[in-house]
């Protein structure tokens, strides 16, 4: 058990409509990470939270956006979703990442979203 | 240009049949470079963050080492429990000072015979 915590587990829901993908990082860490991995595509960097605020953009679409509450949880929203944004999502987090020794990057089980 | 690149994509070994991974990545403005396991439908498990040329970790069957240029996870003796996924990612620091997200080569899917 890494302690990131990701819910629901798995989720389906039709074209056209909006999730919402929870995540509460592992106690202490301040950065929190949102990767989606399908199978032809890999894991891929969406977005990372670094104490509420955005600090790095990766490859997310326009439809999605993300959130880190001061309690240090985040969500992923994505909405207006297709077929193609069915994937695994997960979320990751680290301690601060001036810390070098605690730059490890820890990730939860995912969230398994299905867009039918 | 693919940023990391691991081989070979599947490897199957018999068990106690040592073999190695690679893992190569663009060079300039390199963070960490790490590993990680990853079985079926899980999130990827942490192995290994490598900093700098030379270093090296283990980890009971696992050995990480880092060059300029590449990376290698050792595998000796391994068992049927070390069949998994074994990814490397790289992280860069970005224009900010700060450090990117990682970015993941496409893995090495390894099954082990018994």
């Known amino acids: 058990d890494s302690g990131v915590t990701q819910t629901p587990k798995h989720l389906i829901t039709a074209t056209g409509q909006r999730v919402t993908l929870r995540c509460s990082p592992r106690?202490?860490?301040?950065?929190v990470y949102w990767y989606q991995q399908s199978l032809d595509q890999g894991l891929q960097f969406l977005i990372q939270?670094?104490?509420?605020?955005?600090?790095a953009k990766g490859n997310i679409l326009e439809r999605f956006s993300a959130q880190q509450f001061p309690d240090l949880h985040s969500e992923l929203n994505l909405s207006s979703l297709e077929l193609g944004d069915s994937a695994l999502y997960f979320c990751?987090?680290?301690?601060?990442?001036?810390?070098?020794?605690?730059?490890?990057?820890?990730f939860g089980e995912g969230s398994w979203l299905t867009v039918v | 240009e693919d940023q990391v690149t691991q081989s070979p994509e599947a490897l199957r070994l018999q068990e106690g049949e040592s073999s190695s991974l690679n893992c190569s990545y663009t060079?300039?403005?390199?963070?960490?470079l790490f590993w990680y396991r990853q079985d079926p439908g899980k999130g990827p498990e942490f192995l290994f963050t490598?900093?700098?040329a030379g270093e090296e970790k283990e980890k009971e069957r696992l050995k990480a080492t880092l060059t300029k240029k590449e990376s290698f996870l050792h595998i000796t003796a391994p068992k049927p429990e070390d069949s998994a996924t074994y990814l490397c990612?790289?992280?860069?620091?970005?224009?900010?000072?700060?450090?990117?997200?990682?970015?993941f080569g496409k893995g090495t899917h390894l099954i082990i015979q018994p």
């Open positions: 990751a987090s680290s301690h601060p990442e001036s810390d070098r020794a605690g730059n490890t990057i820890y």
């Open positions: 106690s202490g860490d301040l950065s």
């Open positions: 939270y670094y104490n509420g605020e955005e600090r």
């Open positions: 060079v300039s403005g390199l963070r960490g």
């Open positions: 490598l900093y700098s």
């Open positions: 990612a790289v992280q860069y620091f970005n224009s900010g000072g700060g450090a990117d997200g990682l970015t």
